[in-house]
T-cell receptor, first 111, second 112 residues
Framework: QKEVEQNSGPLSVPEGAIASLNCTYSDRGSQSFFWYRQYSGKSPELIMFIYSNGDKEDGRFTAQLNKASQYVSLLIRDSQPSDSATYLCAVIGTSYGKLTFGQGTILTVHP | DVKVTQSSRYLVKRTGEKVFLECVQDMDHENMFWYRQDPGLGLRLIYFSYDVKMKEKGDIPEGYSVSREKKERFSLILESASTNQTSMYLC???????????FGDGTRLSIL
């Protein structure tokens, strides 16, 4: 089992729809969870982080964490073509400071 | 905003050369990291440092070394470059080990 797994995608949604990106992790002791966006040829850009169970909202983005199910998700409301990118889920587990990335989900928002 | 600056966006070197990749951060962060990113393999940690002159191996340290003589600067060294080290190299920093990491723009390194 991979340490951090994301829905493989690619995911295609129409402009204005909600995009839902999912991630599961294997280390039950993980405490810190991050979502990065990466445009083609660019470096990862932090868009959300979450430490506690529940929802965290920032503008059009909502991160959801369920530690019991070892599941973290990212919702993008009112998706825009500029949201088209690869989204990386990353988790810091019990190996302190080691950030493990998922393989990424490619999101395409079409007009 | 956090600024992580990598010295080169693109670099071409020959096999056997010693290659230096430099990274500087301006936020007084304790921790700095070097990753490489390859298609199908994702981001993999090479080395990290949690203090000046301290270093820890990541998942793929073979063929690499690092240097951190000053808090703001973290260098990755390819002792004798090989073609399988052609990759995108990403530097990151964070204020503490459970805080978000912020990435530089990356260096696309080609070894011929």
């Amino acid at each position: 089992q991979k340490e951090v797994e994301q829905n493989s995608g690619p995911l295609s949604v129409p402009e204005g729809a909600i995009a839902s990106l999912n991630c599961t992790y294997s280390d039950r002791g993980s405490q810190s969870f991050f979502w990065y966006r990466q445009y083609s040829g660019k470096s990862p850009e932090l868009i959300m982080f979450i430490y506690s169970n529940g929802d965290k909202e920032d503008g059009r983005f909502t991160a959801q964490l369920n530690k019991a199910s070892q599941y973290v998700s990212l919702l993008i409301r009112d998706s825009q073509p500029s949201d088209s990118a690869t989204y990386l889920c990353a988790v810091i587990g019990t190996s302190y400071g080691k950030l493990t990335f998922g393989q990424g989900t490619i999101l395409t928002v079409h007009p | 905003d956090v600024k992580v600056t990598q010295s080169s966006r693109y670099l071409v070197k020959r096999t056997g050369e010693k290659v230096f990749l430099e990274c500087v951060q301006d936020m007084d962060h304790e921790n700095m990291f070097w990753y490489r990113q390859d298609p199908g393999l994702g981001l993999r940690l090479i080395y990290f440092s949690y203090d000046v002159k301290m270093k820890e191996k990541g998942d793929i340290p073979e063929g690499y070394s690092v240097s951190r003589e000053k808090k703001e600067r973290f260098s990755l060294i390819l002792e004798s470059a090989s073609t399988n080290q052609t990759s995108m190299y990403l530097c990151a920093s964070s204020s503490s080990l459970n805080q978000p990491q912020h990435f530089g723009d990356g260096t696309r390194l080609s070894i011929l």
